[in-house]
């Protein structure tokens, strides 16, 4: 069955860093673009990078630019966001997906909070 787990949030103060990743379980996802999505209490959930299928193109949403570097392990079926200068305003649910998103695997995600 095909499913993304994403791991490593965690509570931080606000500067600090933290790493996530997502790994991929029952398809490989290195001919797909893939992205980082947030979603906060009560808001949709919106992306914050993206890669495509070969590592060589990302974007960034405007608010996390110069902050936030998503990349890829393929060979691993992995996505990683590396999470610098942390704001409590990026205090959310942190979800991985295909990009566009694939409705049906979207994980549990990882919570991460930052404290002023």
């Known amino acids: 069955q095909v499913h993304l787990v994403e791991s490593g949030g965690e509570l931080v103060q606000a500067g600090g860093s933290l790493r996530l990743s997502c790994a991929a379980f029952g398809r490989s996802f290195s001919t797909y673009d893939m992205g980082w999505f947030r979603q906060v209490s009560g808001k949709e959930r919106a992306i914050v990078a993206r890669?495509?299928?070969?590592?060589?193109?990302?974007v960034y949403a405007d608010s996390v630019k110069g902050r936030f570097t998503i990349s890829r392990a393929s060979a691993k079926n992995t996505l990683y966001l590396q999470m610098n200068s942390l704001q409590p305003e990026d205090t959310a649910v942190y979800y991985c997906n295909t990009d566009p998103p694939s409705y049906s695997i979207w994980g549990q995600g990882t919570q991460v909070t930052v404290s002023s």
């Open positions: 890669i495509n299928w070969n590592g060589r193109a990302t």
